[in-house]
Structure formats: structure tokens, C-alpha cells
């Protein structure tokens, strides 16, 4: 099976059952507009398909394979944007990705030089950014 699908999700916080049994399946192209109060959880449900977190019972499948199986591989192919982006406003996504590359230790991350800024610019493509890269996010 290709896509998300998620299986007999439950979620706990606090000993309080935010879902129980929830399940989901999602094609490549489909867009799922989820809504409800606070506390009602929606981020909770969007941690646990990203696999930021892990459901109290229950599975979450992508292109045919458990996401906690080969997480690296599932983190690939995932963009998530949440409502904290833990995005710098005032800094363009340049600045912003110099910095968080400096906060996770990766070295020799100089986007002055030519190999460095290729990556930088391949990431902005792929988000639809190119020609926004030096505007304050």
C-alpha cells in the first residue's frame, strides 16, 4: 500500500483519551483539512503521524513500511510545518538555516561557499522558496 495510513490510533495526555482508534489513509495528492477546540488533539494527532511522537496504541504506515521501523528513511520524504516553526522572523531562511545549523553542531556549513549554497538553494526549490531567500521569513 502507498501513502499514510495510520491504524488504531490512540493518544493519552495527562490520562485523558484525546482519540482512541483513530484511523487514517491518505494517497500521494490528497490533503486532509483537520480542524476542532483546543485540547481536542490535533497537534497531538500530527506529532504522532510525523512520528515526533508516539501513539499510546496503534500504527502509523508510509509507502507499505511502520515509520518506527526505518524512521530515517519516512523523515526523508517529510516536510512539517506546525504553528511554532521555530523560525527567526527577522532573519532570511538563509540566516535562519545558518543558525540552526550552528545550534545542531554541523561544521563546515559556510553557505558562502558554492557546494554549500547548491544545497541551500536545492531545499528552497523543493519548499517553493527560490527568489524568497533573502527576504525575513
Same mark, same amino acid.
Given at each position: ?23 487514517l489513509n491518505l ?31 496503534? #500504527? +502509523? ?6 515509520? @518506527?521501523?526505518?524512521?530515517? %528513511?519516512?523523515?526523508?520524504? =517529510?516536510?512539517? !510545518? ?27 556549513? #559556510? +553557505? ?6 547548491? @544545497?541551500?538553494?536545492?531545499? %528552497?526549490?523543493?519548499?517553493? =522558496?527560490?527568489? !524568497? ?5
Amino acid at each position: 500500500m502507498s501513502g499514510l495510513c495510520a491504524s488504531g490510533l490512540t493518544c493519552i495526555k495527562r490520562d485523558r483519551v484525546l482519540f482512541d482508534d483513530f484511523s487514517l489513509n491518505l494517497n500521494a495528492g490528497e490533503l486532509v483539512y483537520l480542524r476542532g477546540p483546543n485540547g481536542a488533539g490535533k497537534t497531538s494527532l500530527l506529532r504522532i503521524l510525523t512520528g515526533l511522537s508516539s501513539p499510546e496504541h496503534g #500504527d +502509523v504506515i508510509f509507502n507499505g513500511a511502520n515509520i @518506527s521501523s526505518n524512521p530515517s %528513511l519516512y523523515y526523508q520524504t =517529510l516536510i512539517y !510545518l506546525g504553528h511554532k516553526s521555530a523560525l527567526n522572523g527577522a532573519l532570511s531562511a538563509i540566516d535562519n538555516l545558518r543558525f540552526w545549523l550552528a545550534q545542531h553542531g554541523i561544521q563546515n556549513k #559556510d +553557505v558562502t561557499q558554492t557546494s554549500d549554497i547548491e @544545497s541551500i538553494y536545492q531545499v %528552497l526549490e523543493r519548499l517553493g =522558496l527560490v527568489g !524568497l531567500e533573502d527576504v525575513p521569513v
